[in-house]
């Protein structure tokens, strides 16, 4: 007879799969563990960089060190300066690196007993990646897997630095044209994928034409996105800022970067011939809200000089705002459909950490702000003096432009923020128009499609 299983038995099952099954990066687990060795830490990792070398540092002083891998490129390492350059950063940090030809696996193992197993490289590139891990809770020291690293382990050579130093040396030319020809491949899949996806906005393009009619005649957020990119004149350096997803210089993650020197994406200024009559300068890790095109969309963006690497759309800030007299919170959410009747809502909250509360559905054309219909509790909230205290902030216009221009300020570190490269998630391949207008005093950028 079956036993039945609660829902409380289901949920710490679940909660124990999601600690050891993981679909994401395991970099800081990978810390975690680090930090935490008392005797020793050892890796089996056939494509390696700089980044195992920090990793490693994060290990107390009496921890032994001791990394595995394969020094031949037959490995099919991408970039196999960076690999030998990687393991000549282990040796000068007095790390004991080994060769073993084939080695494919990718292993952290901590004091010989605790280990995670997965299809993760210790790169830059792989902390970008959609990978998968197992990091099993239990003790594995009694057991084949860990008597069948041993062995690898004594199978591998010991490699020394002056080996390393002579490969690099003996290689180099190899080692250019080699990183030429990936160059060369890496451009030319780009630029066959540019078209492949110019053909399908094409496609899409025609299938569009009567909505996008509608759109016109209904003064879309796609119109108004224009008309206000048209109407700003700030500028970012010397020009009108255009920018092209691309690749970083380490081929870790696709970024949105400006395509001339003279761009400077986080000053602007307002000039008229040489006269500057005003300039507005970007923090380098702050978010700053922007109006995505071609439909509208809102987002945090994070800017730098010449680069636009993280957009954030789950925003909680950190501190409270006066609504009305009171003190509550403002959660700005982003919708993905429904655009033309908004694409922004605010929800106030008594605190941070309930999810219930009084939501507004705001209309944003990078002009103005707009009520839209959808007001209400959201969650079990049925708070009458919530919404008595929004509404009184929407009714007396001071306090509403007060209301928005908190919403719209700057934040210079989310709540939950995660430190991952998305770019590529949401802006399309080729050029894109980036223009800067100020909203109640706010900067907000304007991002669309060239």
Excluded: C
Excluded at 294 to 309: Q, Y
Excluded at 398 to 408: A, I, Y
């Amino acid at each position: 007879m079956a036993v039945p299983v609660s829902s409380n038995d289901t949920a710490v099952m679940n909660g124990d799969l999601d600690r050891q099954l993981l679909a994401r990066s395991v970099h800081r687990l990978w810390e975690r563990r680090v930090k935490a060795a008392a005797e020793s830490v050892r890796v089996f990792a056939p494509y390696l960089d700089r980044t195992l070398t920090t990793l490693l540092k994060k290990a107390g002083p009496d921890v032994e060190l001791a990394v595995v891998t394969d020094l031949s490129p037959a490995s099919g390492v991408l970039n196999y300066a960076w690999q030998l350059r990687g393991v000549q950063r282990l040796l000068k940090e007095g790390v004991e690196v080994r060769s073993l030809r084939r080695l494919h696996a990718k292993v952290l193992l901590v004091d010989g007993s605790h280990a995670t197993i997965g299809s993760q490289n210790f790169t830059a590139y792989g902390r970008g990646s959609k990978e998968a891990t197992v990091a099993p809770e239990v003790d594995l020291q009694d057991s084949r897997f860990i008597a069948t690293l041993a062995a690898w382990f004594e199978e591998s050579e010991p490699v020394d630095l002056a080996f390393i130093e002579r490969l690099l040396e003996r290689l180099a030319p190899q080692i250019t044209k080699a990183q030429d020809a990936q160059q060369e491949l890496i451009d030319a899949y780009e630029e066959a994928e540019e078209k492949e996806a110019e053909l399908r906005r094409r496609d899409a393009a025609a299938r569009r034409i009567e909505r996008d009619r509608e759109l016109i005649e209904s003064n879309s957020l796609g119109i108004g996105l224009r008309e206000a990119a048209a109407s700003t004149a700030y500028r970012a350096g010397q020009t009108t800022a255009y920018a092209r997803l691309t690749w970083d210089a380490t081929y870790s993650y696709k970024t949105l970067m400006a395509t001339d020197k003279d761009t400077d994406l986080s000053t602007w200024w307002l000039r008229f011939g040489d006269i500057i009559f005003d300039t507005i300068r970007l923090q380098g890790y702050d978010f700053y809200p922007a109006l995505l095109g071609p439909d509208g969309r809102m987002a945090f963006v994070r800017v730098t000089k010449s680069r636009i690497t993280y957009v954030w759309r789950s925003l909680r800030r950190g501190s409270a705002q006066t609504v009305a007299g009171w003190r509550v919170w403002l959660v700005p959410g982003f919708p993905d459909h429904g655009l033309e009747e908004a694409n922004m809502t605010v929800t106030a909250k008594w605190s941070r950490e309930t999810e219930s509360g009084y939501q507004m559905r705001l209309r944003f054309d990078g002009e103005k702000v707009l009520r839209a219909d959808g007001w209400g509790f959201v969650g079990n909230s049925s708070d009458r003096l919530l919404e008595q205290a929004v509404t009184a902030a929407y009714e007396d216009e001071d306090q509403w432009r007060e209301l928005l221009r908190g919403v719209f300020a700057s934040v210079a570190q989310p709540v939950r923020f995660r430190n991952t490269p998305n770019a590529e998630s949401f802006f399309s391949a080729g050029w894109h128009r980036i223009d800067l207008t100020t909203f109640l005093d706010q900067p907000v950028l304007l991002i669309q499609p060239s």
